[in-house]
């Protein structure tokens, strides 16, 4: 599966932002997709998944602000991302994988997009 992420950019703080993520064949055999982010220096960190099911699952930090959304029919996953504050500021780039678990421990294997950059400024 290749996916590819875009609606990244410039936006100020307590403004909004809507990525989206296009995945090159049919998105039901992916249980799981989400989305990570990972500023300057610091490590990848899943900011928001949503399963096969519409469950969905936020990082404390973006709970209230995020919201994920999936639509199988058009193999896409969307982050609509709202209140932005300057510290998130990082690439995002969205992740898919054949299991949950998959897709949140570090080192297991999924299908990985370009990022896109967001930067938020104060």
């Known amino acids: 599966v290749q996916l590819q992420a875009s609606g990244g950019g410039l936006a100020q703080a307590g403004g909004s932002l809507r990525l989206s993520c296009s995945a090159s064949e049919s998105l039901s055999g992916i249980y799981a997709m989400g989305w990570y982010h990972q500023a300057p220096g610091k490590l990848r960190e899943l900011v928001a998944h949503i399963t096969s099911s519409g469950s969905t699952n936020y990082a404390d930090s973006v709970k209230g602000r995020f919201t994920i959304s999936r639509d199988n029919a058009k193999n896409t996953i969307s982050l609509q991302m709202s209140n932005l504050k300057p510290e998130d500021t990082a690439i995002y780039y969205c992740?898919?994988?054949?299991?949950?678990?998959?897709?949140?421990?570090?080192?297991?294997?999924?299908?990985w997009g370009q990022g896109t950059l967001v930067t938020v400024s104060s």
């Open positions: 992740a898919a994988a054949l299991s949950l678990g998959d897709l949140i421990i570090r080192g297991r294997d999924k299908y």
